[in-house]
């Protein structure tokens, strides 16, 4: 073997270690690379939208903090006072939606927690845009009123000319309250 041959034999050796080396660290240094920037742009997307959805909480806390002005329970010094003071809101709304009540009865009701109730039965009869708006001025009401349970039939009265159909309508409406300071 001569001089080309100990060449030859020194190139086919450093091939075989670049080869190695190629196969053995750059090759898995480059697809560990390669996912570490798939894996970093999925990690900055998620980023993105965990960012936009704290953004959206933030502006959603503020806008409820801003609500200052909801006035949910009712506030008496007495619970006496509070019951006639439920029952006067619901006949003014009645009487706003043209409705007579039929029945207006006070239950028995439990205190929701950590608040005191107290809870009517309510029956009229009254043509159904009438019980609609009646309705839609109850749950729009401040403070709260909330109809827990109710029932509606439709009436069929001859004679009695209406544009809508007349029903006979039962709800039982509860409405949370406070005592004032002093109650």
């Known amino acids: 073997m001569g001089r080309r041959g100990i060449r030859l034999v020194l190139l086919a050796v450093l091939v075989s270690v670049a080869a190695a080396l190629w196969i053995a660290v750059i090759q898995p240094a480059q697809a560990w690379k390669s996912e570490q920037f798939t894996a970093l742009a999925a990690a900055q997307e998620q980023s993105a939208r965990l960012s936009d959805r704290l953004v959206t909480l933030r502006r959603e806390a503020a806008a409820m903090s801003a609500a200052t002005d909801f006035d949910g329970v009712w506030t008496a010094q007495s619970a006496g006072e509070a019951t006639a003071r439920v029952q006067a809101a619901l006949s003014d709304l009645a009487r706003q939606n043209g409705i007579s009540f039929r029945a ?80």
Do not use: C, H, M, W
């Open 104 to 183: 207006i009865t006070p239950l028995r009701t439990e205190a929701i927690p950590l608040k005191q109730a107290v809870a009517f039965r309510v029956e009229a009869e009254a043509p159904l845009d009438r019980l609609v708006g009646f309705l839609r001025a109850a749950e729009y009401n401040s403070p709260v009123l909330v109809v827990e349970k109710g029932s509606i039939r439709r009436l069929s009265k001859p004679g009695i000319p209406t544009e809508q159909p007349l029903v006979f309508f039962q709800f039982d409406v509860f409405a949370a309250y406070d005592l004032a300071e002093g109650g």
